[in-house]
């Protein structure tokens, strides 16, 4: 079974622009998280898509949005980018289940930098 | 912000030697997971463990839960170098949001 796969890898923008990153669960995987990494404040939650609803947010601004597809795939944005922006975005899919919801698997992240 | 604080910030040992990482966290939880990263890539899930249970194995990893004292500890037993890497502790409570420690930055060398 493939992992969850996120795209791209890397990224460059510039301040001011807005980007979208892409994360594919794993296959039958409905839950899908978000969460930025920066050698600041560590790995932070930003939100958790289930069945195209968001289920729950972290503290971040209204720039950090998301959505998911029908099929569980996940977008999420990021408008009117800031240096501190620059991280790794990690996604992960989650089998919803009774016994263990929350194990989480995740991607490779995608590389920002904003310059 | 994040949950609670993992200790040692790093740990250098040898390869064949055990290593034992320390996690805090602070408010009530549903399980505690640990993760394994590498090089700034994706993490990797090694285990989970459920508020009712004190300790639970998978291979050479070994961990223990204390609810009354809000931590828990990570022993990998015959470390490799293949274990470099850092770990980090994840608690969720009643919603599927993780909230990692600060990690521990693992070095096994040769």
């Known amino acids: 079974k493939a992992g969850v796969t996120q795209t791209p890898r890397y990224l460059i923008k510039t301040r001011g622009q807005q980007v979208t990153l892409s994360c594919s669960p794993i296959?039958?995987?409905?839950?899908v998280s978000w969460y930025q990494q920066t050698p600041g404040q560590g790995l932070q939650f930003l939100f958790e898509?289930?069945?195209?609803?968001?289920?729950n947010k972290g503290n971040f601004p209204g720039r950090f949005s998301g959505r998911q597809f029908s099929n569980s795939r996940s977008e999420m944005n990021v408008s009117t980018l800031e240096l501190g922006d620059s991280a790794l975005y990690l996604c992960?899919?989650?089998?919803?289940?009774?016994?263990?919801?929350?194990?989480?698997?995740f991607g490779p992240g995608t590389r920002l930098t904003v310059t | 912000s994040q949950q609670g604080e993992e200790d040692p910030q790093a740990l250098s040992i040898q390869e064949g030697e055990n290593a034992t990482m320390n996690c805090s966290y602070k408010t009530s939880i549903n399980n505690l997971q640990w993760y394994r990263q590498n090089s700034g890539r994706g993490l990797v899930h090694l285990i989970l463990?459920?508020?009712?249970?004190r300790e639970k194995h998978s291979g050479r990893l070994r961990v223990t839960l204390d609810t009354s004292k809000k931590s828990s500890s990570l022993l990998i037993t015959a470390s490799r170098a293949a274990d470099t890497a850092s770990y980090f502790c994840?608690?969720?409570?009643?919603?599927?949001?993780?909230?990692f420690g600060t990690g521990t930055r693992l070095q096994v060398t040769l």
């Open positions: 994840a608690t969720s409570g009643t919603a599927s949001k993780l909230t």
């Open positions: 296959s039958g995987h409905r839950s």
């Open positions: 463990i459920r508020s009712n249970e």
């Open positions: 992960a899919s989650s089998l919803v289940r009774t016994a263990d919801p929350y194990e989480q698997y």
């Open positions: 898509y289930f069945s195209e609803t968001q289920r």
